[in-house]
């Protein structure tokens, strides 16, 4: 595999969704949030203890827990279908490209794509929180980075999977949506509701639970303003009671990265497997 | 050059190429014919690695063109019926071919020249906004650039007006290079003087082979 055609791949694959309205409207969509977090005076505000940009950073992550995913779904996963949909695939793979420096040059550049707009926003953020003189939660900063860069490659690994595995660009939009609204809220009507009422092992469901990226997430997210998980009630035990806080959140790093890595390669595999066009 | 044996290839029940055997060798010039759905194309996308045969297999300068890819792609340009909507600009795309296959940029500007598509004014422009004649005709440019000893060409004149199909077929004329050429057409008038081999197709089979002289309509 040529790393210098890898790079090519990555390269194209960047500019040309840079010029793509999806990434503008991505960009304004994050940019503008943290905008208007600081119009609506987020940064003044005091909600359960959270206070400042620790406040902001807290409400990013809550909307970035539901659009975040979906947003890296439908952006990436015509990436491979699109191409194959509309011939671009055939004429671009007539040069002496490898499949390998192909598929990991496009995963390589979407990546930076869809996660360098999320992590600005949060950069200019804090930029803007030091020069108005807050106190800046750095530590918060920098684990909040590593879990959208898990989380981000978690999805972004599933959405080439899912593209590589259908033959259509319609077919592939329909499979991310679900695949969103699954983890998002399907697995905890799931959770709750069947396997509750059943009375299903406590211990179980919580490992099902956090088996769901966007749900290990979530917790870790919160665990890092409040450690003791106190908002969540008495789950906060099942979790806590078995690893420490910390390995939690390192847990919640290598998992989603792991899982998105894992469906990536698989996705690879399908790709290499399959007919090109 | 190119061989293929026993090549068959089916898209769930329906069967696209019926034990194909054929070989294309070097200063072949070949009109490859057949109605919609002969399995002209999914011929060549076989050659060119893009198909997982169904059984048999083709061999392209003696290897795989699926697992030794990249090597088989070196000696081959290929120009699709339709140019696809690539979101490239065209400078971003010459840098593609350029980067990935050892082409001379000049050379490019050489053949679109002669194509009489003037590059610098469009560099950068998205390669998709292109009318169809444009896109077809820096394709077309590319594949002489590349230079290679197996070109393919997909109804490569399907966007192109009467005077630009004069000069596509000059240039392959002109082209003193040996090699291998195979071209998709429903219009044998229109290759018949470049042409030294007829190879009809129906149902996914070879019904057809003969040798031809260019010459003989002169």
């Keep these: 595999m040529s790393f210098r055609n890898l790079l090519l791949i990555a390269y194209l694959d960047l500019r040309e969704s840079i010029r793509a309205n999806w990434f503008i409207v991505y960009s304004l969509v994050f940019g503008g949030l943290i905008a208007l977090f600081f119009i609506a005076g987020i940064t003044e505000s005091q909600v359960m203890g959270f206070s400042g940009l620790s406040r902001l950073l807290l409400m990013y992550i809550q909307v970035t827990i539901v659009i975040l995913p979906i947003f890296i779904l439908i952006t990436t996963v015509r990436s491979i279908s699109g191409d194959r949909d509309s011939h671009i695939l055939e004429y671009m793979l007539s040069f002496p490209i490898s499949l390998k420096e192909y598929y990991w040059g496009k995963v390589f550049g979407r990546f930076i794509t869809v996660f360098l707009p999320v992590f600005m926003a949060m950069f200019f953020a804090i930029l803007y929180g030091m020069y108005k003189g807050a106190e800046v939660p750095l530590n918060l900063f920098f684990l909040y980075t590593g879990l959208l860069f898990s989380m981000s490659s978690a999805f972004l690994g599933i959405a080439f999977f899912i593209s590589s595995i259908v033959k259509s660009s319609e077919m592939a939009l329909g499979i991310s949506f679900f695949v969103w609204i699954f983890l998002l809220a399907f697995i905890d009507i799931a959770l709750i509701s069947l396997m509750m009422q059943q009375r299903f092992n406590a211990e179980l469901i919580i490992t099902i639970a956090m088996l769901n990226p966007m749900e290990i997430f979530r917790v870790a997210a919160i665990s890092l303003f409040d450690p003791e998980l106190t908002v969540m009630g008495p789950v906060a035990f099942y979790i806590l009671d078995i690893i420490s806080q910390e390995f939690f959140v390192f847990i919640s790093m290598v998992y989603p990265l792991t899982l998105g890595i894992l469906f990536a390669f698989l996705g690879f595999k399908i790709f290499e497997k399959k007919d090109l066009v | ?218």
């Excluded at chain 2, 011929?43 to 893009?50: A, C, D, F």
């Excluded at chain 2, 490019?108 to 009318?131: E, R, T, V």
């Excluded at chain 2, 070109?151 to 007006?161: G, K, Q, R």
């Design chain 2, 1 to 218: 050059m190119i061989e293929v044996n026993n090549l068959s290839k089916k898209f769930g029940t329906h069967l696209s190429l019926d034990s194909v055997n054929i070989a294309f060798k070097l200063n072949d010039s070949v009109a490859l014919m057949g109605a919609n759905g002969a399995g002209k194309t999914t011929l060549i996308r076989s050659i060119l690695g893009y198909y997982h045969p169904s059984s048999g297999h083709v061999k392209v300068n003696g290897l795989d063109p699926i697992k030794e890819r990249t090597e088989v792609l070196k000696h081959v340009s290929f120009v699709p019926q339709l140019p696809p909507p690539i979101k490239l600009s065209v400078k971003e795309l010459i840098s593609y071919v350029c980067k990935s296959s050892g082409v001379d940029e000049k050379s490019i500007y050489h053949y679109a020249n002669a194509m009489k598509f003037d590059i610098k004014i469009n560099l950068g422009k998205s390669f998709f906004k292109l009318s169809g004649g444009m896109k077809q005709k820096l394709l077309i440019a590319i594949s002489f650039a590349k230079e290679s000893e197996i070109v393919i060409y997909d109804e490569p004149t399907a966007n192109l007006d009467p005077k630009a199909r004069e000069d596509f077929y000059a240039l392959i004329q002109e082209s003193k290079k040996e090699k291998l050429s195979l071209f998709v057409t429903h219009r044998i008038e229109e290759v018949q003087e470049i042409v030294n081999r007829q190879v009809y197709m129906d149902l996914g089979k070879v019904v057809s082979d003969e040798k031809v002289d260019p010459y003989a309509t002169h």
